[in-house]
């Protein structure tokens, strides 16, 4: 039955319940997103030792990593020497964790060197195109017609060993990667209005690149940076297997392993820890960088 | 028996990290055979997902949690979505077009292999039998040069072509139910007006029932013998077209016929909106969902969530509706 | 058609003038050497002590090495396509002879190293995504992520170590050409391509799942569905070719990873190919032959990347139109 008692005509605005979307925190939504997959912890808690490892080597070590062994050449793991000791007697655990200092510093500083050049020159050909791009990008492209460890090789073969030509050596292979990044994010960033109108308004190239364009570029290049950092430690892990790279003393983790290899016989055990360090290095690193990915731009999982 | 299709208290959900989205919230109706009904209401009142619900297309988060959806004397939402029952009845005897012509085909096949692969499946027709059905269904719905367009892909057609292709691969295999999801809204006027014609000389030709999901009166009051007004997950009033359009009870049905510019008016009359915006459904308070954006307040309306739907006497047919405001009473 | 034939072109001239670029950074590198080339050569071959100056510079006059490096640079062009590839000091061959030798071998290790990984990462991804979130995917995910950041020699090593040395069930070195033995060349053959695939299988399948997911939500899909096509023929049918764009560029990607750990695969496992000539080569000093193999290499990728860029068009219709 119609219920016509306190029939009003209601003609004010009422408000209504019908709101807008709660507002989303743009770092709760990150950190949601990132940790979404629980393997990004590991990821995190493995990338944590590994620093602490590096930093704190002198007092995390039980022995020194140069000290040619007293106690005795090529022991198998016990109480004394958990990893056991090498061919002339050094200790096993004592120079993974060292190792990481290498593998770090070189990892950190190649990417910083190929990230900044590169990106520079993606940037300058991005940004104005034309002849400055035909060349860089032909450039590019001929330089990743080389396999990475292939050129990271032969580049640091014809330069001689040692950490700063290993370093150089994969930075220029690594370059183009983020030189091809860069160049692809400039031309579709260029194109906005704030470019524009900041161009209008009589902005200096300089000053529109570094205020308009490389911020908003940042966030890919940040996830291929973290990416990267996993391959440096395999190439050079490559490179200093096979004795053109960072060559005992020096702990180095690849040359550890080839040593394993080189006595497979009597100390197979020799390869397989440093192995592992490196592998759950850049397994830590790759987890990261694609939380990172997912959490910075879910567009670019095609991309990267 | 004259009723195909029986949906009782449906109820569909969507788990959001926001939420509960109560999407459907008890919906009935029925469609009878030869017949064609409306299902009208605003963008985001749950008619999409009715229909989806009905072919058991919902995926998670979302979830039909109650209801019956009874198809030839069996509910429908008893057997899984991926099974082999949903399977011969999907395609074959209910069928679904879509809203978006542009991204409803699959871009890497031809119009003739997702033509045929239907009719394959379900009449069981060899491949030349397939094609030459498909070319014959093609040319019924009006793409001329049918047989040579069979190897085209579908970037190669416009909206309106796409969609008319949609509509022979619905009808493809002689469906008893054809649920036609807001065939139009993407396309422009003309266009619009074409495909309607065509949808319903198909189904006078075919004796196929349609579902015609739209939130456009003026379609419904053109093609459909009887209408659901949907709002916020419920259907709130449903009638004879002819009864509706005459005596609409309901405000928001009132509403949404008073925003419909009409040729036959004599003085210019202003265009009345409704007011506001469409309810959040999570977390409905408990009164008339309606009642924010409704010009009238009666003690009901805030003491039950849904007022249960009541008959009417409706001079065109039989009338239910929501709403105790009489609102035929305050207009005369 | 003629859309197609412009783009082969197009194509084609680029990918000269990248080779172009490539031969250019080729010589340049090399003759970055510290150090006298000729003496570098003679120090090679012998009788240091009965040089004198005289006899260098005739050598040097014999070897063009007095010339201005561009023409240096022409001479070595032109000759390479003259087919004369120089001559190996170490080997004392002619390098043509010895990449004809070598590039057969690891050609086979590398391509059946990429079709394997091809075919398993496109499986194993699929099923991975299509599955998603149940037990399989949760066991398939960490498992790529280990396979993409395993170091090559490492799993050499250890493979050789538990198959070869332990349990001694397969030739730890060396290599036998397939149409000479084929069971032997199979058993010596599984452990290296093994490594070399791990990174590829492991790739792949992280891009395939992600590109099926991608593909899944779509509406095309959900049309397939409503029409009660059965859950199989979806997946094959209409899901697989969509996905496979993105597998197919990472293609290359794996096949530049492949040669690359053929380098390491071949020196740890004893295998004459050219990725082990190469390590040789480079500690001999014996540039000449780097600088072949590094310039056939860069060819092969650059083919490779145009194959990739072709087969989208078969895959995207939508692209052969463009």
């Given at each position: 039955?119609?219920?016509?008692?306190?029939?009003?005509?209601?003609?004010?605005?009422?408000?209504g319940?019908?709101?807008a979307p709660?507002?989303?925190n743009?770092?709760?939504?990150?950190?949601?997103?990132?940790?979404?997959?629980?393997?990004?912890?590991?990821?995190?808690?493995?990338?944590?030792?590994?620093?602490?490892?590096?930093?704190?080597?002198?007092?995390l070590?039980?022995?020194?990593?140069?000290?040619v062994g007293?106690?005795?050449?090529?022991?198998k793991?016990s109480s004394e020497?958990?990893?056991?000791?090498?061919?002339i007697?050094?200790?096993?655990?004592?120079?993974?964790?060292?190792?990481?200092r290498?593998?770090?510093?070189v990892?950190?500083?190649?990417v910083?060197?190929?990230?900044?050049?590169g990106?520079?020159?993606?940037?300058?050909?991005?940004?104005?195109?034309k002849?400055?791009?035909?060349?860089?990008?032909?450039?590019?492209?001929?330089v990743m017609?080389?396999?990475?460890?292939?050129?990271?090789?032969?580049?640091?073969a014809?330069?001689?060993?040692g950490m700063?030509?290993?370093?150089?050596a994969?930075?220029?292979?690594?370059?183009p990667?983020?030189?091809?990044?860069?160049n692809?994010?400039?031309?579709s960033?260029?194109?906005?209005d704030?470019?524009?109108?900041?161009?209008?308004?009589?902005?200096k190239?300089?000053?529109?690149?570094?205020?308009?364009?490389?911020p908003?570029?940042?966030?890919?290049?940040?996830?291929l940076?973290?990416?990267?950092?996993?391959?440096?430690?395999?190439?050079e892990?490559?490179?200093?297997?096979?004795?053109?790279?960072?060559?005992?003393?020096?702990?180095?983790?690849?040359?550890m392993?080839?040593?394993?290899?080189?006595?497979?016989?009597?100390?197979?055990?020799?390869?397989?820890?440093?192995?592992?360090?490196?592998?759950?290095?850049?397994?830590?690193?790759?987890?990261?960088?694609?939380?990172?990915?997912?959490?910075?731009?879910p567009?670019?999982?095609?991309?990267? | 028996?004259?009723e195909l299709?029986?949906?009782?208290?449906l109820?569909?959900q969507?788990?959001?990290?926001?939420?509960?989205?109560?999407?459907?919230d008890?919906?009935?109706?029925?469609?009878?055979?030869?017949?064609?009904i409306?299902?009208?209401?605003?963008?985001?009142?749950?008619k999409?997902?009715?229909?989806?619900?009905?072919?058991k297309?919902?995926?998670p988060p979302g979830?039909?949690?109650?209801g019956?959806?009874i198809?030839?004397g069996?509910?429908?939402?008893?057997?899984s979505?991926?099974?082999?029952?949903?399977s011969?009845?999907?395609g074959?005897e209910i069928?679904?077009?879509?809203?978006?012509p542009?991204?409803?085909?699959?871009?890497s096949?031809?119009i003739?292999?997702?033509?045929?692969?239907t009719?394959?499946q379900?009449?069981?027709?060899?491949?030349?039998?397939?094609?030459?059905?498909?070319?014959?269904?093609?040319?019924?719905v009006?793409?001329?040069?049918?047989?040579?367009?069979?190897?085209?892909?579908?970037?190669?057609?416009?909206?309106?072509?796409?969609?008319?292709?949609?509509?022979?691969?619905?009808?493809s295999?002689?469906?008893?139910?054809?649920?036609?999801?807001?065939?139009?809204?993407?396309?422009?006027v003309?266009?619009?007006?074409?495909?309607?014609?065509l949808?319903?000389?198909?189904?006078?030709?075919?004796?196929?029932?349609?579902?015609?999901?739209?939130?456009?009166?003026g379609?419904?009051?053109?093609?459909?013998h009887r209408?659901?007004?949907?709002?916020?997950?419920?259907?709130?009033?449903?009638?004879?077209?002819?009864?509706?359009?005459a005596n609409p009870?309901h405000?928001?049905?009132r509403?949404?016929?008073?925003c419909?510019?009409?040729?036959d008016?004599?003085?210019?009359?202003?265009?009345?909106?409704?007011?506001?915006?469409?309810?959040?459904?999570?977390n409905?308070?408990?009164?008339?969902a309606?009642?924010?954006?409704?010009p009238?307040?009666?003690?009901?309306?805030?003491?039950e969530?849904?007022?249960?739907?009541?008959?009417?006497d409706?001079?065109?047919?039989e009338?239910?509706?929501?709403?105790d405001?009489?609102?035929?009473?305050?207009?005369? | 058609?003629?859309?197609?034939?412009?783009?082969?072109?197009?194509?084609?001239?680029?990918?000269?003038?990248?080779?172009?670029?490539v031969?250019?950074?080729?010589?340049?590198?090399?003759?970055?050497?510290?150090?006298d080339?000729?003496?570098?050569?003679?120090?090679?071959?012998?009788?240091?002590?009965?040089?004198?100056?005289e006899m260098i510079?005739?050598?040097?006059k014999?070897?063009?090495?007095?010339?201005?490096?561009?023409?240096?640079?022409?001479?070595?062009?032109?000759n390479?396509?003259?087919?004369?590839?120089?001559r190996?000091?170490?080997?004392?061959?002619?390098?043509?002879?010895?990449m004809l030798?070598?590039?057969p071998v690891t050609?086979?290790?590398?391509?059946?190293?990429?079709?394997?990984?091809?075919?398993?990462?496109?499986?194993?991804?699929l099923?991975?995504?299509?599955?998603?979130?149940?037990?399989?995917?949760?066991?398939?995910?960490?498992?790529t992520?280990?396979?993409?950041?395993?170091?090559?020699?490492?799993?050499?090593v250890m493979?050789?170590y538990?198959?070869?040395?332990?349990?001694?069930?397969?030739?730890i070195?060396?290599?036998?050409?397939?149409?000479?033995?084929f069971?032997?060349?199979?058993?010596?053959?599984?452990?290296?391509?093994t490594?070399?695939a791990?990174?590829?299988?492991?790739?792949?399948?992280?891009?395939?799942?992600?590109?099926?997911?991608e593909?899944?939500?779509q509406?095309?899909i959900?049309?397939?569905?409503s029409?009660?096509?059965?859950?199989?023929?979806?997946?094959?049918?209409?899901?697989?070719?969509?996905?496979?764009?993105?597998?197919?560029?990472?293609?290359?990607?794996?096949?530049?990873?492949?040669?690359?750990?053929?380098?390491?695969?071949?020196?740890?496992?004893a295998?004459?190919?050219?990725?082990?000539l190469?390590?040789?080569?480079?500690?001999?000093?014996?540039?000449?032959?780097?600088?072949?193999?590094?310039?056939?290499i860069?060819?092969?990728?650059?083919l490779?990347?145009?194959?990739?860029?072709?087969?989208?068009?078969?895959?995207?219709?939508r692209?052969?139109?463009?």
């Amino acid at each position: 039955m119609a219920n016509n008692q306190a029939l009003v005509q209601v003609q004010d605005e009422s408000p209504g319940f019908s709101e807008a979307p709660p507002k989303v925190n743009e770092w709760k939504r990150f950190k949601r997103v990132f940790f979404a997959r629980g393997m990004v912890y590991i990821g995190i808690t493995i990338m944590l030792i590994l620093v602490v490892c590096a930093i704190f080597a002198p007092w995390l070590a039980p022995y020194d990593p140069y000290k040619v062994g007293v106690a005795g050449a090529m022991l198998k793991p016990s109480s004394e020497h958990l990893l056991g000791t090498d061919s002339i007697g050094r200790d096993v655990l004592s120079r993974i964790i060292y190792g990481s200092r290498t593998a770090l510093t070189v990892g950190f500083l190649t990417v910083a060197v190929a990230s900044v050049v590169g990106t520079f020159l993606g940037v300058l050909s991005g940004y104005f195109g034309k002849a400055v791009s035909a060349i860089v990008m032909r450039i590019v492209d001929a330089v990743m017609c080389f396999p990475m460890n292939l050129l990271a090789l032969v580049l640091a073969a014809v330069l001689g060993g040692g950490m700063v030509n290993v370093i150089i050596a994969i930075a220029i292979a690594m370059m183009p990667g983020y030189a091809r990044l860069a160049n692809g994010l400039t031309l579709s960033v260029r194109e906005n209005d704030y470019v524009i109108a900041a161009k209008l308004a009589g902005a200096k190239n300089s000053y529109i690149i570094l205020k308009h364009i490389i911020p908003n570029i940042f966030p890919p290049l940040l996830v291929l940076i973290t990416m990267n950092l996993g391959n440096v430690i395999l190439s050079e892990a490559s490179l200093s297997f096979l004795g053109i790279g960072i060559t005992p003393p020096i702990p180095s983790w690849g040359s550890m392993v080839s040593e394993g290899y080189r006595h497979l016989l009597r100390s197979p055990h020799l390869s397989i820890a440093p192995g592992v360090a490196v592998m759950l290095t850049v397994f830590s690193f790759n987890m990261v960088g694609d939380g990172l990915r997912d959490a910075l731009d879910p567009r670019l999982r095609g991309l990267l | 028996m004259k009723e195909l299709l029986v949906v009782k208290n449906l109820k569909t959900q969507f788990k959001t990290e926001a939420g509960l989205v109560k999407a459907v919230d008890g919906v009935s109706f029925t469609l009878n055979k030869q017949e064609i009904i409306g299902l009208v209401g605003e963008s985001g009142c749950g008619k999409s997902v009715t229909c989806l619900s009905i072919m058991k297309l919902v995926r998670p988060p979302g979830e039909v949690v109650d209801g019956e959806v009874i198809y030839q004397g069996e509910n429908l939402l008893k057997y899984s979505a991926k099974g082999k029952e949903m399977s011969s009845i999907r395609g074959a005897e209910i069928a679904m077009i879509f809203q978006e012509p542009m991204t409803s085909l699959n871009p890497s096949l031809t119009i003739g292999q997702q033509l045929i692969e239907t009719m394959e499946q379900h009449l069981g027709l060899n491949y030349k039998a397939a094609c030459k059905r498909a070319a014959d269904l093609m040319e019924m719905v009006g793409i001329p040069k049918a047989v040579e367009r069979l190897d085209d892909y579908p970037h190669q057609f416009s909206g309106g072509m796409r969609q008319r292709v949609m509509i022979a691969m619905a009808l493809s295999c002689n469906p008893k139910v054809l649920i036609a999801d807001e065939p139009t809204t993407a396309l422009d006027v003309t266009t619009q007006a074409q495909l309607l014609e065509l949808l319903k000389d198909m189904v006078e030709k075919t004796g196929t029932s349609l579902i015609l999901v739209t939130h456009n009166m003026g379609l419904v009051a053109r093609y459909a013998h009887r209408v659901y007004v949907m709002y916020a997950g419920r259907v709130i009033e449903t009638s004879t077209t002819k009864e509706i359009f005459a005596n609409p009870l309901h405000p928001y049905t009132r509403g949404l016929l008073e925003c419909i510019p009409r040729l036959d008016e004599e003085k210019a009359r202003e265009l009345v909106p409704i007011k506001g915006l469409p309810p959040n459904l999570i977390n409905m308070p408990p009164t008339c969902a309606f009642l924010p954006r409704c010009p009238y307040r009666v003690e009901s309306c805030y003491r039950e969530p849904w007022a249960p739907l009541r008959s009417v006497d409706g001079k065109y047919g039989e009338h239910y509706t929501r709403c105790d405001v009489n609102t035929l009473e305050k207009v005369r | 058609m003629n859309r197609l034939r412009t783009y082969i072109t197009r194509r084609l001239i680029h990918a000269v003038i990248v080779l172009f670029i490539v031969s250019v950074l080729i010589f340049s590198i090399m003759r970055l050497l510290p150090g006298d080339p000729i003496l570098l050569y003679l120090s090679q071959s012998a009788n240091l002590e009965n040089m004198n100056q005289e006899m260098i510079d005739a050598l040097t006059k014999k070897h063009g090495l007095d010339q201005p490096l561009p023409v240096q640079y022409f001479r070595w062009l032109t000759n390479i396509f003259r087919g004369d590839w120089g001559r190996s000091i170490f080997y004392n061959e002619d390098i043509g002879q010895l990449m004809l030798e070598r590039f057969p071998v690891t050609l086979h290790l590398s391509l059946t190293s990429v079709i394997v990984s091809t075919i398993l990462g496109i499986l194993i991804g699929l099923v991975a995504a299509v599955k998603r979130g149940k037990l399989v995917d949760k066991l398939i995910m960490p498992l790529t992520y280990l396979g993409i950041s395993a170091p090559v020699f490492w799993v050499c090593v250890m493979l050789m170590y538990v198959f070869g040395v332990e349990l001694d069930l397969l030739p730890i070195a060396g290599y036998t050409s397939p149409f000479k033995d084929f069971w032997f060349s199979v058993k010596q053959s599984i452990m290296p391509i093994t490594c070399m695939a791990i990174f590829g299988i492991a790739g792949c399948a992280r891009q395939m799942r992600s590109s099926v997911l991608e593909v899944l939500p779509q509406d095309y899909i959900r049309t397939a569905w409503s029409k009660g096509l059965k859950e199989r023929q979806i997946v094959i049918k209409h899901v697989l070719k969509n996905s496979l764009s993105p597998v197919v560029t990472f293609l290359g990607v794996i096949f530049k990873n492949v040669i690359g750990g053929s380098v390491l695969v071949e020196t740890i496992f004893a295998i004459p190919g050219v990725g082990r000539l190469l390590v040789s080569s480079i500690f001999a000093h014996d540039y000449v032959v780097v600088q072949s193999i590094t310039f056939v290499i860069a060819l092969l990728v650059l083919l490779v990347n145009i194959i990739v860029d072709l087969s989208y068009g078969w895959l995207d219709p939508r692209v052969r139109f463009e």
